[in-house]
Nanobody, 115 residues
């Protein structure tokens, strides 16, 4: 059973920062691709950023230069540092673990950007 536990969401003003964390209680974390997705009300769930086990990183165009994804295999944790947040970043953010046919989601954490 692969469980992902997220934390770090909240309410922030435009231009502010938040750091999301996702901890995995499974050793498969070390060989999996980890990613953050987000889903705004009435919209589909979209990829925000991903990092492979070898450290190859991919970002959605909308967050490039503002968000940074990182992982620590020893801690089995992946982070998403979000800077210069804007109202359009408001969404529920989900952590994802993927390895071959295995695909797991965290419970989601709400990020609200509003003045």
């Amino acid at each position: 059973q692969v469980q992902l536990v997220e934390s770090g969401g909240g309410l922030v003003q435009p231009g502010g920062s938040l750091r999301l964390s996702c901890a995995a209680a499974a050793s498969i974390f070390n060989i999996a691709t980890m990613a953050w997705y987000r889903q705004a009300p009435g919209k589909q769930r979209d990829l925000v950023a991903s990092v492979t086990r070898d450290g190859v990183i991919n970002y959605a165009d909308s967050v490039k230069g503002r968000f940074t994804i990182s992982r620590d295999n020893a801690a089995r944790t992946v982070w998403l540092q979000m800077n210069n947040l804007q109202p359009e970043d408001t969404a529920v953010y989900y952590c994802n673990l993927a390895f071959l046919a295995l695909n797991r989601w965290g419970q989601g954490t709400q990020v609200t950007v509003s003045s």
